[in-house]
């Protein structure tokens, strides 16, 4: 002999199958203990043109549906975008709620050059990017969360 004990086939075998109910455990507790955060709602919309395509100044309205609002990045609290603009501005696609930042107003797009939003309210025009062109509005108009998601799609997130 050697000096090597070799350990019973039985106890190989129970070894194995604790390690295995082990790591099934694991695998159904860890998730469970853990959750993901749930992904934010988003609504899907056909633009009728590749966002890509969309030209310098180009503008795509978008509504949310009846009792929801979409997500607004940053710090707006109260805002509530109901309506929202996908804009080429300066070479990039970004979207821009559709009310005043500070009336709550519906815009208005005006094309021209340059291109604006109106505030019927209050009388302040934006810059197709949000920026404040004429007072009162002092604020830039709030981005929402948004996603291509193919050719003629896109994808808005909704607010909670």
């Given at each position: 002999?050697?000096?090597?004990?070799?350990?019973?086939?039985?106890?190989?075998?129970?070894?194995?199958?604790?390690?295995?109910l082990?790591?099934?455990?694991?695998?159904v507790?860890?998730?469970?203990?853990?959750?993901?955060?749930?992904?934010?709602?988003?609504?899907?919309?056909?633009?009728?043109?590749?966002?890509?395509?969309?030209?310098?100044g180009?503008?795509?309205?978008?509504?949310?549906?009846?009792?929801?609002?979409?997500?607004?990045?940053?710090?707006?609290?109260?805002?509530?975008?109901?309506?929202?603009?996908?804009?080429?501005?300066?070479?990039?696609l970004l979207?821009?709620?559709?009310?005043?930042?500070?009336?709550?107003?519906?815009?208005?797009?005006?094309?021209?050059?340059?291109?604006?939003?109106?505030?019927?309210?209050?009388?302040?025009?934006?810059?197709?990017?949000?920026?404040?062109?004429?007072?009162?509005?002092?604020?830039?108009?709030?981005?929402?969360?948004?996603?291509?998601?193919g050719?003629?799609?896109?994808?808005?997130?909704?607010?909670?």
């Amino acid at each position: 002999m050697n000096g090597v004990v070799a350990a019973p086939r039985g106890d190989v075998i129970v070894t194995y199958l604790s390690l295995v109910l082990l790591a099934i455990l694991l695998g159904v507790a860890v998730p469970m203990l853990f959750p993901r955060p749930a992904a934010a709602p988003a609504v899907a919309f056909q633009t009728g043109t590749s966002p890509q395509a969309l030209p310098e100044g180009g503008v795509i309205r978008v509504q949310a549906p009846i009792g929801k609002t979409f997500q607004v990045e940053g710090s707006y609290a109260g805002y509530r975008a109901q309506s929202g603009y996908l804009v080429r501005s300066a070479g990039q696609l970004l979207m821009v709620g559709g009310a005043g930042a500070r009336s709550g107003c519906s815009l208005n797009y005006e094309p021209g050059s340059p291109a604006v939003f109106a505030d019927p309210c209050w009388g302040t025009r934006y810059a197709l990017d949000g920026t404040p062109l004429r007072a009162p509005g002092q604020r830039p108009l709030p981005r929402l969360a948004w996603r291509q998601t193919g050719r003629y799609s896109i994808e808005v997130k909704l607010g909670t």
